[in-house]
DNA sequence: TCCATTCGGTTTCAAAATGAAACCATTGAA
DNA sequence: TTCAATGGTTTCATTTTGAAACCGAATGGA
């Protein structure tokens, strides 16, 4: 696990989503991630796809691989950044706020691209869920503080 | 709806992905809101609890409530900011972050908070599905560009 | 073989965002 | 009526971002 440990200080340490949103919620990251989804990108492809600046992209590429969400070949070549399985994994993460943007950020009739399964058929939106099957909301759960600290 | 027309301009216009990044992904946003799951919250707590500069809050909350994802009372009393009902439904993307976070950015043992049901169970992990209940991962999807632009 | 081009960056520098601190106008309680 | 707390705004230094120029190592074509 990269860089995880103690040595790093995170804005929330015992927090999970503000332990995310500190290695992927900048303004680029996610967006990469987005974009190696459809399969190992070189750094040109991902720029201009992205629009991003070289300095950027090659620091966010450097933080990714850092914190195992990229890998690249090990050295000196020409390099190709593919997810390893903890970036493959952000794949919920990027639909649930997919979905959220496509219920929020457009006005009616907005062109947009949709998510679709092989069969050409909507992703079925997400929802978080308790162990017997309810639906749960922020106002049916709670957050546990971490046990050791109170 | 607010502020999603024509003279805003997206990273990525056609993307829902983008435009949920663009709103509210910076190093903040999705900690306030985060915050605000656990009810109305006034100025001072939020800024207490995340650590953040008060010029930093006072922007971000503006930002959030042009939005729609916060509302406040109407005007010029002691505000409180609570979440509209496209702010609320930020908790599943909140939820999937967190359980990002909680698979890849802990070392064993490290103490975290856990989200529970109101049962005191865990809740169950996000996984997106296709109609048919097949789970659905980056391989077996496709985004489908907007339909007018190509 | 030479030359041009592409790739994957780094460096430089200006502009924008962030954050700490000081300041300020209301509100409400003593 | 004074005093402290709230909910900010302003100021200014530091950090981050981004555009552009630069650079060395591979390709690739004549």
New interface residues.
């Given amino acids: 696990?990269p860089d995880?440990?103690p040595g790093r200080d995170w804005?929330?340490p015992?927090?999970?989503?503000?332990?995310?949103?500190d290695?992927v919620?900048?303004?680029w990251s996610?967006?990469i991630v987005?974009d190696a989804?459809?399969g190992p990108a070189s750094f040109t492809e991902l720029r201009q796809g992205?629009?991003i600046a070289r300095n950027i992209l090659s620091d966010r590429l450097r933080r990714l691989v850092e914190h195992?969400v990229l890998s690249t070949s090990p050295s000196g070549k020409r390099h190709v950044y593919e997810?390893t399985a903890?970036g493959?994994?952000?794949?919920?993460?990027?639909?649930?706020?997919?979905?959220?943007?496509?219920?929020?950020?457009?006005?009616d009739g907005?062109?947009?691209?949709?998510?679709?399964?092989?069969?050409?058929?909507?992703?079925?939106e997400?929802?978080?869920?308790?162990?017997d099957g309810?639906p749960?909301?922020?106002d049916?759960?709670?957050?546990?503080?971490?046990?050791?600290?109170r």
Same sequence: chains 1, 2.
């Fill in positions: 696990m995880t440990g804005t929330d015992a927090c999970p989503v503000a332990r995310t949103v290695l919620g900048d303004r996610l967006l987005r989804m459809d992205l629009g195992g997810l903890a493959k994994d952000l794949f919920t993460a990027i639909v649930a706020l997919r979905q959220w943007g496509e219920r929020h950020a457009f006005a907005e062109p947009r691209s949709h998510l679709l399964d092989a069969e050409g058929r909507p992703v079925v997400l929802r978080p869920h308790g162990q309810t749960l909301t922020a049916t759960t709670r957050v546990q503080k971490s046990g050791r600290d």
